[in-house]
């Protein structure tokens, strides 16, 4: 319970899960666990860890009227988030769909810009520079046209693009 005051809620979870394994009839021990459970948004979890505690201990007013109802709540909240979001995913697809126009890729305006980069690939490519950075850092740059008066060593030196 500290730990959860504190906003530790994975150790929390694991102190509490600890506590349970030790006395697993202890219905406080399942209530923290439900509830730290609960901190991390673990609403099934949380949940059938309140029930255990009402089993053990079926009068406590305080898992009935706090604990679980809460739980309760938030899954339904969750199920209708998840609902409407599915919804709107679900629409988003329709217009995404909608939208993609239909291209015809063996037509003349595609080979022509296909060959267009082409040649400026094989342009950028003619003048390609190289950063050769030695071990005890020293810098030069090369293009890879020039003849290096060294190849340099691949375990010595790290090559930057």
């Known amino acids: 319970q500290v730990l959860m005051s504190l906003h530790e809620m994975f150790p929390a979870v694991h102190a509490a899960e600890m506590a349970v394994q030790r006395n697993p009839r ?15 948004g673990e609403i099934a979890l949380a949940i059938r860890s309140f029930q255990v505690s009402l089993h053990i201990f079926p009068m406590n007013p305080e898992v009935w009227k ?6 309760r709540k938030l899954q339904e909240q969750q199920r209708a ?9 679900a629409k ?16 003349d305006e595609i080979v ?41 060593d691949e375990t010595l030196f790290i ?3």
Do not use: H
């Open 26 to 40: 202890s219905w406080d021990a399942w209530q923290t666990l439900g509830r730290a459970q609960l901190g991390l």
């Open 81 to 89: 988030t998840k609902t409407e979001s599915g919804q709107v995913l």
């Open 92 to 107: 988003g697809k329709e217009l995404v769909q909608e939208s993609i126009p239909d291209y015809d890729f063996e037509s």
């Open 66 to 71: 706090e604990d679980l109802s809460w739980a």
């Open 159 to 161: 090559r930057a693009r």
């Open 112 to 152: 022509a810009v296909c060959a267009a980069i082409a040649e400026k690939e094989k342009a950028l490519s003619a003048a390609k520079k190289m950063v050769i950075v030695s071990a005890s850092g020293t810098v030069e740059t090369v293009t890879e046209q020039d003849n290096c008066p060294a190849t340099p």
